[in-house]
């Protein structure tokens, strides 16, 4: 896995490579969902609340990651998300932190497949 | 066309962003009704309307501002942070509203705010409002020195928090905060969660105000009435894990899920290319010339007119940029000729505002939690008050100072809330559904006895009972808008056991107190509290007394906070 070097939402990932994405809440507890490609993805551990999914298609294609923050009215302004990429034949990087916006902040990852 | 050139009134609209952001935060608040101008001048062909009644486009303004201050670098302010994850949903909800707007609205949001915040502080029936009594202690020179401006260090950081009531003030703060606030541990809920230690333990330390002006002036070992170390039987913060518990089982989690899987479509690929690469690289060129100085501003000050003046820019930004237009221009076509990208937008608009819903009734279910049957156990030295007394013995009279020495006291505190809103049977607590149970039980002990006070190490002991009904909003007939205040009632009994008493002339070792207590109130922030008190002796005297009070109290934080909701 690459991330474009000019857009930390932009990923690069090989046919069938898994992608994993984990969320930790600093200052807010984890609450949050995720999805990919039109579906729903579960949780495979909390706190970081670690998401995983396999990226298949044609070389070209784009698949979209979508994740939900969830903070709390009583969270500090300061509380974020954190936010850790990466792929199963290689490469980990960080992506821009989810800030508190009330009540939920939305947020998108692209992967193309190479 | 999302275009607000030339229109400087609907840009007044973007001045909002904090406004409406505090609906998003507060969506059970109630709807007060907006100071609406209309459409403005100018903005006759957009539909200022829909914006006033679903803020899901200016919530998604304010969260691309919010992620830009957050994630600003101010190592490196030549570099605007990079923000390309949150333009989808910002885009995803311009499209949304599937015909172009004006954003014109005006400052609900923020007078929603203040008025749940009203109703939180004008809800408390459990404020303590007396200081505990103290009294003077030696102290050092040595120990005074810097000890202000390191508690002000500390109290800025996180470390510890200052409360001040009256003519106390309580500093309190726990491991968890202390290690948290310098760094030792990065406050991520995974090591809040690995340590429960840290977070279910607590001390504090109440002082007795020398100066109200600056409180922290007054941080010496002489000032202290009480310190305090407690652990508490169960978390009920918002961070405990029963939270994540709850969210994980909870509609707001659903609602989440589908909002995510909405966003996920892979026509987000082309919104990205029409919509969010042109929104950011505007924004970036814009970076340079006007916003990197607020953005720096705000991130640096907290100050939330700064994210209304980002917001603003932003949209003027977008409003001028060509190619971003081009593509809403684009992004709304397809829309409009694709029946699946109007199910689409319509149901993603629909799924966000049912997350606003829906985390409402979250927020009540976390409030829940915290209720219910929770204890702590507590070990505090008292430094009780100075006692005087007068007596007259013909035509002089004397005057005594007695000083009742420092002691240390252990103390069980056991208490039941009722759930309110999973709930409103009482469970699962014994007083019906408005009714608090408080049982407190100590032992205390003197460090050094002195024997000719009859002192002996054991000192005695104490146990407490009350229970608390809120009676509804009293005999008001009209109150304040979001004056949330109520009527309780309280019954409690003390019993004391002092061992120091027995055998003493004038002096009773067992003291027994009840009391009833009727709090009215009566106007904004003011109450009238009666009460009766029957006492089988005093601490001092064995005389028996039934004592009756009533007065007014004024409660100034609930005041400012019904002024402050109703202006």
């Known amino acids: 896995m690459t991330q474009d070097p000019n857009d930390n939402s932009l990923y690069t990932v090989t ?66 998300y954190t936010l850790q990429v990466s792929g199963s034949l290689g490469g980990s990087f960080q992506a821009s932190s989810v800030f508190k916006t009330l009540p939920g902040v939305a947020f998108q990852l692209f992967f193309t497949i190479a | 066309m999302f275009n607000l050139r030339g229109r400087p009134s609907c840009l007044a609209a973007a001045m909002l962003m904090v406004g409406i952001n505090s609906i998003a935060q507060n969506p059970a608040a109630p709807k007060t009704p907006a100071k609406t101008s209309g459409a403005a001048p100018g903005c006759s062909n957009l539909n200022s309307k829909a914006l006033e009644t679903d803020p899901d486009l200016v919530n998604a303004v304010a969260a691309v501002v919010a992620q830009i201050i957050g994630n600003y670098d101010s190592t490196r302010p030549s570099h605007p942070p990079a923000i390309r994850q949150f333009w989808g949903p910002f885009n995803a909800a311009v499209l949304g509203e599937m015909q172009p707007k004006c954003l014109s609205a005006d400052a609900l949001g923020i007078a929603v705010q203040n008025a749940v915040k009203a109703q939180a502080v004008t809800a408390q029936t459990n404020k303590q409002v007396t200081a505990p009594p103290a009294q003077g202690q030696g102290t050092s020179l040595v120990q005074k020195v810097g000890i202000p401006q390191l508690l002000a260090l500390a109290v800025e950081n996180g470390a510890i928090t200052d409360k001040v009531s009256g003519t106390t003030m309580t500093l309190s703060t726990s491991p968890y905060a202390f290690l948290t606030a310098f760094g030792a541990v990065s406050d991520t809920q995974a090591n809040y969660n690995a340590s429960a230690w840290a977070t279910h333990t607590g001390i504090s330390a109440t002082f007795n105000l020398s100066n109200s002006s600056d409180p922290l002036a007054s941080v010496s070992r002489k000032q202290v009435s009480q310190w305090q170390a407690k652990a508490t039987f169960r978390d009920t913060s918002i961070r405990s894990k029963s939270v994540a518990t709850l969210y994980a089982n909870s509609n707001l989690k659903k609602v989440a899920d589908a909002v995510a899987i909405d966003l996920s479509n892979s026509w987000f690929v082309t919104v990205r290319t029409d919509l969010d690469i042109p929104a950011d690289n505007a924004y970036q060129k814009a970076w340079a010339a006007n916003l990197e100085t607020d953005v720096a501003d705000a991130q640096r000050t907290g100050d939330s007119a700064k994210s209304d003046v980002i917001a603003t820019a932003l949209l003027k930004i977008l409003d001028a940029d060509q190619d ?64 005087t007394s007068t007596s007259a013995s013909g035509a002089s009279a004397s005057t005594t100072t007695a000083t009742i020495p420092a002691y240390f006291q252990a103390e069980l505190d056991v208490t039941c809330e009722p759930y309110s809103y999973s709930d409103n049977t009482g469970k699962p607590c014994p007083l019906r559904s408005t009714g608090t149970f408080t049982f407190n039980a100590s032992a205390m002990f003197y460090p050094n006895p002195v024997a000719s006070l009859n002192e002996k190490t054991f000192r005695g002991a104490h146990a407490a009972l009350e229970g608390q009904w809120t009676l509804g909003p009293g005999f008001l007939r009209t109150k304040p808008e979001n004056d949330k205040s109520n009527m309780t009632l309280s019954l409690s009994a003390n019993y004391e056991r002092l061992e120091e008493n027995k055998d003493q002339p004038k002096k009773r070792p067992d003291l027994a107190i009840g009391n009833i207590k009727l ?24 005389e028996k007394y039934v004592r009756g009070n009533f007065g007014i109290t004024f409660d100034l934080d609930k005041l400012e906070a019904l002024l402050k909701a109703n202006r």
């Open chain 1, 15 to 80: 046919s069938t490579e898994r992608v994993t994405v984990s969320l930790q809440s600093v200052q807010c507890n984890c609450l949050t969902s995720a999805g990919f490609d039109g579906q729903a993805l579960a949780k495979q551990s909390a706190a970081p609340d670690v998401y995983s999914v396999g990226v298949t298609g044609n070389s070209g294609d784009q698949k979209v990651f979508a994740g939900v923050c969830t903070f709390s009215p009583s969270n500090p302004p300061t509380a974020h």
């Open chain 2, 324 to 387: 971003y237009q081009t593509g809403l221009k684009n992004s709304y076509a397809q829309i409009s000729s694709e029946a699946s990208l109007s199910a689409l937008v319509k149901k993603l608009h629909s799924d966000r505002a049912d997350f606003n819903e829906k985390e409402t009734e979250f927020e009540k279910k976390i409030a829940d939690l915290a209720k219910g049957w929770n204890g702590d156990f507590a070990f505090s030295e008292q430094f009780p008050a100075t006692v």
């Open chain 2, 519 to 542: 709090v009215i109130p009566i106007s904004a922030g003011v109450a009238l509290p009666v009460s009766f008190t029957a006492a089988s002796a005093g601490e001092q005297n064995k």
